[in-house]
């Protein structure tokens, strides 16, 4: 007796699905969001996870399943998460599941199902993508508030690129608790060019992300197996044959029995697969051969039209694979190959023409009624199809038609390789551009939009490249220029030279008085601030205003109102900055662009910096990233408002949580210019800190110690400042001087007031450092510097606590540091003022000065600063007093400290201040080491013993 070909018993798997369930039940407290679960095809990935689904369904969780086919990989974008949300709609209707997200939210969705209604008319295609991620995220986030959810993804090794981002993107970002991504991959298919592996990489490297691998089973847990499918128990030898042959994969194992009683075993393992389809009827046969040709899943009425059958005979004819469990039927009259790997030994088995003419066959009969496929799907399995059918001309409209949709659906990266084959078949095609409505140039054209907005950098610049070849500059001037703009964005992102030359050929190309010559101006202004050409600067932005004014394009005006805001901020004039950036908000708000408008916010969180207002920026900071991830700008003005917001935690000494989101900030993957921003930020905190290897690795990455060239003034600045402060801090203050006259002898140095001012400081400790062995070098670095200093305005608080640093009146630094709330400024200034007063013979004021300094340095963590002050105090011979408890505690500490007392976990306290746990757990670890205990409760023992807590 045969029994039945798939165990009802499940059998084994007990340590995994106690993982699973782990995972689950940590998700459900906020700490696991994703579980990667790798196996060889056949090993038993599928039934594993429907176990799991089903102990989920049962405690109560709603568990929503994706799976992607293998046609994904060919340009059909986001499919499990198209089929996830298919079955939301199904259950909820589109109404309710509309209802979970932010007002207008469901026509991003309408682009992946026509159930939300007319898709949004967005026009900022960079931003589009972006913002669909963030739906599915809120959407998640939704779900899970009113019951624990599970996302299955399956096969996510067949994932198209937008599925896989989005896949990265949600481990990353889905902190909620209740709810838990499961995902399914081949690791038997992972070769080393294979595009999921370095998702895996990167999600490896993601917090709340596990990985779990499913073994073969054991020769008992195969014996278990066959015992289940044959419904009695099986002799040894029986075991140990089958065993031995299938090693483990219980695919094969079910394949061998339904070899019959001698388990024999094929050649090959595509022909015990085929086993159980040979033994089924020719024409049983026939149309599995017709189905595999269309996929993994083929619906009832495509495969009658393809086959040419009635439903009866289709009926009929199907019946026995069925039966034979190789095919399995699904929702909406569908069938299913019952594992994918019998669907591709069977598509193997097809001959050349065979496989032609079946794809020929799907094409025609989609083209005839694209309801045959699920909505949204047509354009792309037209395209897949006509291009397996060999049939050039159809196979390049159809690609070019996918590619129209996958802008539409915000699937970029599904557009660059369907018009890449579109720019292959060209030649083959005679009236390709008649075809289409497009010339090969504005295929390359679409293709580097399609790039930029994908991010794809490299590919993008090769698509201008050979777009510009293809055009005469004197009969299509303005499309020209169009194209060195949009190569300039990549040569920007690729941080190489030779951009201001580009633009200024554009701009000679549009003379006229025209929008064509605006689109041109606006990027080549911004370029020539941020190189320190500020008065060609104003003029090209005067030029700009008056024909964006004239022609009423009010985008490129706000983008023209922030450039010339830039050069007011660098010139140090910060209040016309925040009223210029204002203006470009107020338009931005009024034209709904999420692009202007989280510009203008990450512009002023940056310079009410510059002006002090640190709690105002923080809170600006915040708003201006949930505004990003509103406006799908995270990876744009997004990362540039986390990395002003960590700028504002590092001056307000607020640094272990500057370096938290600083980490969470490069966990997006920015580009390079954003990431080495990110960088400079976190080396400030490490110099302080003295984590010389750390600022070392960061110097190498940025270009620092290679000598990069840099044209921007502000990165130019900002690497010489950490250079030398490196330098400085391993002791080599000649090698530091070195880098100050190269900066000096930079010929825009003079007018970047609040960057300069910071540089002068800096220079000052150089030139003091290096005066005993270097007096000559020391005496003319001064002497530039002074001629610098002579040339900048001196606006604000911050530039003028800066002045007073160079100029050498400490103690009226260290009080303009306190009133500012910068204490690692102040630390510094009263150490400065205290090696004045004993170089004085004032070793009392010294002293005095070095015990308000001290605490400052030791509440940050500042270990050179520190051991400077704690070596100049044994110099003047000042006894260092015990120090008050409650002057080592900064404010933050203190509240964390009282709701310690309170018995608060780290959770809860991270909840009541609006910060991580993990914050509060290097808070908590600060506290016990500053009052000298080892628990929490003599943590709030010392508090009450010490009076550190006022009363509520």
Not at 559 to 579: K, R
Not at 734 to 757: N, T, Y
């Amino acid at each position: 007796m045969r029994g039945r070909s798939v165990s009802p018993v499940f059998v084994g798997r007990e340590e995994e699905l106690a993982a699973l369930s782990e995972s689950f039940d940590e998700a459900r407290k906020g700490r696991v969001t994703a579980l990667l679960l790798g196996g060889e095809a056949g090993v038993g990935k599928t039934r594993l996870v429907q176990r799991f689904a089903e102990q989920c369904q049962a405690c109560g969780a709603h568990v929503v399943f994706g799976g992607c086919v293998e046609l994904s990989t060919e340009g059909l974008a986001y499919a499990p998460f198209t089929a996830a949300l298919r079955q939301l709609v199904r259950e909820q209707g589109p109404a309710a599941v509309a209802g979970l997200l932010p007002d207008g939210a469901e026509r991003d969705l309408a682009r992946l199902l026509p159930e939300f209604g007319e898709p949004s008319g967005d026009g900022e295609t960079d931003t589009g993508r972006a913002r669909l991620f963030e739906q599915f995220l809120t959407l998640l986030e939704r779900l899970a508030a009113s019951r624990p959810t599970v996302l299955i993804i399956e096969d996510i090794h067949w994932a198209d690129r937008s599925s896989r981002d989005l896949i990265a993107f949600l481990s990353r970002n889905l902190h909620a608790p209740q709810v838990l991504i499961v995902m399914t991959y081949r690791s038997d298919d992972l070769h080393r060019q294979h595009p999921l592996r370095p998702v895996l990489a990167e999600l490896g490297r993601v917090s709340g992300v596990h990985r779990l691998d499913l073994p073969r089973l054991s020769r008992d847990e195969v014996a278990q197996q066959m015992a289940g499918i044959l419904g009695e128990v099986p002799q040894y030898a029986k075991v140990q044959k089958v065993y031995e042959r299938s090693e483990g994969i219980p695919l094969f194992v079910e394949a061998m029995l339904e070899g019959g009683e001698d388990c024999a075993f094929p050649e090959s393992m595509q022909d015990l697969i085929l086993n159980s389809v040979e033994r089924l009827p020719e024409e049983t046969q026939r149309l599995l051969r017709v189905a595999a040709a269309g996929g993994i899943r083929v619906s009832h009425k495509l495969l009658a039209a393809v086959s040419g059958l009635s439903d009866v005979e289709l009926e009929t004819a199907l019946r026995p694979a069925i039966a034979g469990n190789v095919l399995q039927i699904a929702d909406n009259r569908a069938y299913v190959f019952r594992h994918s790997l019998i669907r591709e030994a069977v598509h193997d088995e097809l001959l050349p023409g065979e496989h032609q003419r079946l794809h020929a066959r799907f094409a025609e009969e989609i083209s005839k009624d694209r309801g045959l496929v699920p909505p949204g799907r047509a354009a792309v399995e037209l395209a897949h199809h006509w291009y397996g059918a060999r049939n050039d001309t159809w196979a390049l409209i159809s690609a070019w038609e996918a590619a129209q949709k996958s802008f539409k659906a915000f699937a970029y990266t599904e557009a660059v390789p369907l018009l890449e084959r579109v720019l292959m078949l060209w030649d083959r095609v005679p009236d390709a551009a008649q075809l289409i409505g497009a010339d090969h140039t504005a295929v390359l054209e679409r293709a580097a939009e399609a790039a930029n907005a994908g991010g794809d950098v490299d590919k993008g610049a090769k698509f201008v490249k050979a777009a510009l070849s293809e055009l005469d500059e004197t009969e299509e001037p303005a499309r020209v220029a169009q194209l060195i703009v949009r190569g300039v964005g990549f040569k920007n992102s690729k941080r190489q030279m030779g951009v201001i030359e580009d633009l200024r050929h554009a701009l000679r190309l549009v003379p006229g008085d025209s929008l064509d010559r605006a689109e041109v101006v606006t990027p080549l202004s911004r370029q020539l601030m941020l190189r320190g050409e500020i008065a060609e600067a104003n003029e090209l932005i005067a030029e700009g205003l008056r024909l964006v004014r004239e022609l009423g394009d009010r985008c490129l005006e706000a983008d023209l109102l922030m450039n010339l805001a830039l050069g007011h901020s660098l010139n140090g004039e910060t209040e016309t900055t925040i009223a210029l950036n204002e203006q470009a908000l107020e338009i931005g708000v009024a034209q709904g662009s999420g692009r202007l408008i989280t510009r203008a916010i990450g512009n002023n969180v940056d310079s009410l910096m510059d002006v002090g207002r640190h709690e105002d920026a923080l809170r600006l900071a915040k708003h201006g990233w949930k505004l990003a991830k509103k406006y799908g700008r995270l990876r744009g003005s997004g990362l540039f408002i986390k990395n002003n917001w960590a700028e504002a935690l590092e001056a307000m000494g607020r640094w272990d949580e500057a370096i938290e989101i600083l980490e969470g900030a490069l966990s997006h993957g920015p580009v390079l210019r954003h990431r080495y921003a990110m960088l400079r930020t976190r080396a400030d905190i490490a110099l302080a800190r003295g984590e010389v290897q750390l600022v070392e690795g960061i110097l190498s990455e940025v270009g620092v110690l290679k000598d990069r060239p840099e044209e921007f003034v502000q990165d130019i600045i900002s690497n010489a400042r950490l250079h030398i402060g490196w330098h400085l801090v391993r002791g080599e203050p000649a090698a530091a001087l070195a880098v100050a006259e190269r900066v000096l002898a930079h010929p825009r140095q003079s007018s970047k007031a609040m960057l300069s001012w910071r540089l002068l400081a800096l220079l000052r400790v150089v030139c003091d450092a290096a005066e005993s062995t270097e007096p000559g070098r020391a005496a003319t670095v001064r002497g530039h510097a002074a001629e610098v200093a002579a040339e900048l305005s001196v606006i604000g608080p911050v530039t003028e606590a800066y002045r007073l640093t160079y100029s050498g009146d400490f103690d009226a630094a260290a009080a303009a540091w306190e009133r500012l709330g910068r204490p690692h400024n102040q630390s510094k200034a009263l150490m400065r003022a205290a090696t004045v007063a004993a170089r004085g013979g004032d070793r009392e004021g010294a002293a005095t000065r070095l015990k308000v300094a001290l605490p400052l340095a030791q509440a940050l963590r500042a270990t050179p600063l520190i051991e400077e002050i704690e070596t100049l105090s044994r110099r003047v011979g000042g006894v260092q007093p015990v120090q008050e408890a409650s002057g080592l505690l900064t404010p933050r500490e203190l509240e964390v400290l009282r709701l310690v007392t309170q018995g608060r976990t780290n959770r809860d306290i991270a909840s009541e201040l609006f910060i991580s746990a993990k914050t509060v757990s290097v808070h908590v670890s600060n506290i016990l080491a500053k009052l000298g205990v080892t628990t929490r409760g003599e943590a709030a023992a010392a508090a009450h013993r010490l009076s550190l807590l006022s009363p509520n």
